[in-house]
């Protein structure tokens, strides 16, 4: 537990102690832990081939019950290796090892630099107009009682174990199957206005979204030091300098966008990461590019970690860049 009482907290270290909490927080090992860790290893030597066995049987069956039921294959579908892997990484050249056969699981797991793992289904929800986050929270969660971790903006990821049973994933076909009811009898009965609504959130979520951007690289005041220089930068240097609320200031898009025309780096202080995927787009030290800048504004996602929508970016100032070029120059 950390115990927070401080007048300065909010004005001077609470950035600093939040970036601190999210690199570090973590759980401790406890004796229910150890002895739960015990019984798993022993499960898994007695019995473990038949429980993973039964397992992807209930993973297949529901890929199968959603691709295959005529109303639910109208919104949803199962992605496939080659939608999800692209074909460079794929050596096998098997599109669905999963649904082929053994032995051509076995080869892709030979063979192919990235393969699906058979106990997780990723299921395609584009066509519902509805975003990952939504279907969650609203259709699984608030209305069905079933939670799930994994969503982008249009995809949610059910996850078998050893526990699933047969009657789980009948419950979960169950329940897809009156989500997608509702949305074709919602569909029926939309007006013109609604149905161009659904049809613009349809194509909204159905589109790719902008590519990544590249790295763009650190600041050379942010450069790690070394015989010969290599492009490495040094991230703990520059995580704990913002620790410093005085080297740092909040910028609009608009604002970073200015300067870098001007001539000008902004350097970001901080993380920022959009979730989904919770993947780093800039990083402490990172100094900002226009590709950037653009993927930021081409996200939808629902939140971004390390970006304050009413404030901006939190970077470094230029006179705090300044100075740190002229020591990195002694």
Known sequence: MIHIYDQDFALKVAEGFHEAYMAHTSTSPNYQILASLDLGRRQAALEGFELVQRQLEYAMKLRDAIDHHPLLSKYMHCLSTAEMIPEKYRASGIAQPLRTGLSNMVTAWEQDEFVLDPSRVTVYIGLTGVDGATFKRERLMDKFGIQINKTSRNTVLFMTNIGTTRSSVAYLIEVLVSIARDIDNDAAEMNLAERAAFERSMLHLTNPTAPLPNFSGFHPAFLGRSDPPTPEGDVRKAFFLAYDHTLCEYLPAED???????????????????????????????????????????????????????????????????????????
Request: proline share 9%; charged share 20%; hydrophobic share 35%.
């Open 256 to 330: 970073v966008e200015e300067r870098m025309e001007s001539g000008e780096s902004v350097v970001s202080a901080t993380f920022v990461t959009p979730y989904p995927p919770g993947f780093p787009v800039l990083v402490p030290g990172q100094v900002f590019s226009k590709e950037i800048l653009s993927f930021m504004r081409s996200l939808d996602t629902p939140e971004i970690h390390g970006y304050q929508p009413t404030l901006g970016y939190r970077v470094y100032t230029s006179k705090a860049l300044e100075m740190l070029a002229e020591r990195t120059s002694d």
